[in-house]
């Protein structure tokens, strides 16, 4: 009887271990890497915290594994790579599409115009290999250099699209941009000029009230808002409704970074403006109004325009140059292998 | 029984006594405090418009000036939380940044709290002025967002209220409720009896949206400032009328 007893208590403790997690891990196996440098991301005070996944630890090995796949066409089916839509001289966008920047992602977990895909930096990649490549992974495994590289850089024999997800993670990762003049002038080791100074206030008070969803630092919210391009929605125009079907959600997408924004034309979720100019033209007159405008895009004196001369547009914008990094954009780690 | 059969189950009921040992001798993910003079307590933040609970994004909710008005957004900071007994007083140093909308950040936990019959807290809606400083939150993301520009004194915003309301012409426009700067922090007092006499205690604070729109000062959206945010008498008027949005609940 006792012994039963002490049989069913120490069967469920078994199976209490089994269930026993502290931290929700992934499912895939990685060993801890072997012989690796280790690699750690830098940034200024002002971004937010960087979470890194204990499961994918950063490697100056991994981060160039993952380049290397991104500039690869191997990945597709169509002689297609990564970069040829993503250009690091215009911060890893192109001046055809609407393709988002690469620009310090990490910090990011809604990803894509509408936020089809929200989670780590992991999920997307996995979205990227798996649904946009579609990546024939037997072909992967029959490249000798890649499955010695997946050995060295994650200890496995086969290559599966959780690790080039993994790999292309890190990659993404490294993918950070901090030194802009503006970043300078944050660290005051360098000034604004005066027109950049006064681009700076209408940014960052309610004369241009920019600040409010392009936060200073990573220079988005990581949320979405309608600011008013349209006020009938159709097409890809209902942006954020698409994944979540929400009324209150038509016209909203996410916020994107402005960080290197000079290179990043065109702009908005279709590329429907090709300036700065435009652009800031757009949030001085051209709001429309729909029921799920931003409530920031409403009050008073943005129903009526922002107000700005024409002296302060070119402020503003000028604001807005400084954001460029060309330490970014000619970044070694980052460029083509 | 045989007796090599009993000896193999007595090394079953050897290796099984083991495994439950070493089981149970695991160390706990969350160190919990075995010192039976502290306990914990959770407030959660639920939205209300007077008793209707708020359903996010719908225009429906009708106010002291008889707007029609819907939620869409509440960020905010309590902090400063002082909680008293006839013979004891519970101060927390912590600030904490809500967001009713998003589960995991829709509450905030106490813990080493003196058991004890409590009849009084007191928090603000905010920041004190030590705290109200650009930089002197961990940079999360939220703190980030909520970042006071430095060019607008720096700091941060206490609270973000943001929704919809209809207009006289019934056409649906934007209120952003923005309240920061040390003279609008907001301290809110509430006189309930709470028993914290155990482990875990659970309270649920009902933030009754209407409340921020009236007492004292009955706020029209249409006539008013739909956007506080350079507008220090809004400001003020808000601040004034949200020191009565709480009401708090007992839970267990």
């Known amino acids: 009887m006792f012994l039963r007893l002490i049989r069913i208590i120490s069967r469920s403790a078994v199976l209490l271990l089994l269930f026993w997690s502290c931290r929700k891990e992934s499912s895939v196996p990685v060993d801890a890497p072997v012989n690796l440098t280790p690699y750690a991301i830098t940034y200024p005070y002002y971004f937010p915290i960087l979470e890194l996944p204990a499961n994918n630890p950063l490697t100056l090995e991994g981060i160039d594994l993952g380049r290397h796949l991104y500039y690869d066409t191997i990945l597709s089916r169509d002689g297609r790579a990564c970069a040829n839509c993503h250009f690091q001289a215009s911060a890893f966008t192109t001046y055809t599409s609407n393709a988002l920047a690469h620009i310090n992602l990490g910090w990011n977990n809604s990803f894509l115009w509408n936020g089809k895909v929200q989670g780590s930096m992991e999920d997307i990649m996995m979205f990227e290999v798996e649904q946009f490549f579609n990546t024939d992974v037997a072909k992967m495994n029959r490249s000798v250099f890649y499955r010695k590289e997946f050995k060295k850089v994650y200890n496995s024999d086969t290559i599966t699209p959780q690790l080039l997800s993994y790999a292309l993670s890190q990659f993404f990762r490294a993918m950070v941009s901090k030194n802009s003049l503006c970043d300078k002038f944050f660290l005051h080791t360098a000034s604004l000029n005066a027109s950049q100074t006064r681009g700076f206030n209408i940014f960052t008070t309610e004369k241009g009230d920019c600040f409010h969803c392009h936060s200073l630092g990573l220079f988005t919210d990581n949320k979405f808002h309608n600011i008013g391009l349209d006020s009938i929605f159709i097409g890809v125009n209902v942006g954020r409704y698409n994944v979540t079907g929400k009324e209150s959600d038509l016209g909203h997408f996410k916020t994107p970074t402005l960080r290197n924004i000079e290179l990043t034309a065109p702009y908005m979720h279709d590329g429907r403006y090709t300036t700065l100019e435009e652009v800031v033209d757009h949030y001085d007159s051209k709001v429309k109004h729909s029921n799920t405008l931003d409530p920031i895009m409403t009050k008073p004196s943005k129903l009526y325009g922002l107000g700005l001369t024409s002296q302060d547009k070119a402020d503003l914008v000028a604001f807005l140059k400084t954001l460029t990094d060309t330490s970014f954009t000619n970044n070694p780690l980052l460029q083509k292998p | ?252």
Not at chain 2, 29 to 34: P, V
Not at chain 2, 219 to 248: G, H, P
């Open chain 2, 1 to 252: 029984m045989s007796r090599s059969c009993k000896r193999i189950e007595s090394l079953k009921l050897f290796a099984t006594i083991l495994l439950a040992a070493v089981v149970f001798c695991f160390p706990s993910c969350k160190k919990e405090s075995i010192d039976p003079t502290y306990s914990k307590a959770k407030f959660t933040i639920q939205m209300y418009s007077a008793d209707t609970k708020i359903v996010w994004d719908n225009v429906g909710y009708s106010n002291a000036a008889g707007n029609t008005f819907g939620v869409s957004n509440a960020n905010f900071y309590i902090s400063g939380i002082v909680m008293k007994s006839a013979t004891k007083t519970y101060t927390s140093k912590k600030a904490f940044y809500i967001d009713p909308k998003i589960a995991a950040k829709s509450y905030f936990l106490l813990d080493s709290i003196p058991p004890a019959d409590y009849t009084e807290i007191t928090m603000y809606i905010g920041l004190d002025k030590n705290t109200n400083k650009s930089n002197s939150l961990i940079a999360t993301t939220d703190n980030v967002n909520m970042a006071w520009p430095d060019m607008m004194g720096g700091g941060y915003h206490f609270l973000k209220l943001e929704g919809s309301y209809l207009d006289s012409l019934n056409v649906t426009k934007g209120y952003a409720i923005h309240l920061g700067k040390n003279e609008n922090l907001i301290t809110v007092k509430l006189t309930k009896l709470m028993h914290q006499k155990y482990w875990n205690h659970t309270y649920t604070l009902n933030f009754n949206v209407n409340e921020v729109f009236a007492n004292p000062y009955k706020y029209d959206l249409d006539l008013e400032a739909n956007y506080t945010m350079s507008d220090s008498l809004a400001m003020l008027r808000i601040k004034n009328n949200m020191t009565d949005v709480f009401t708090l609940n007992q839970d267990n």
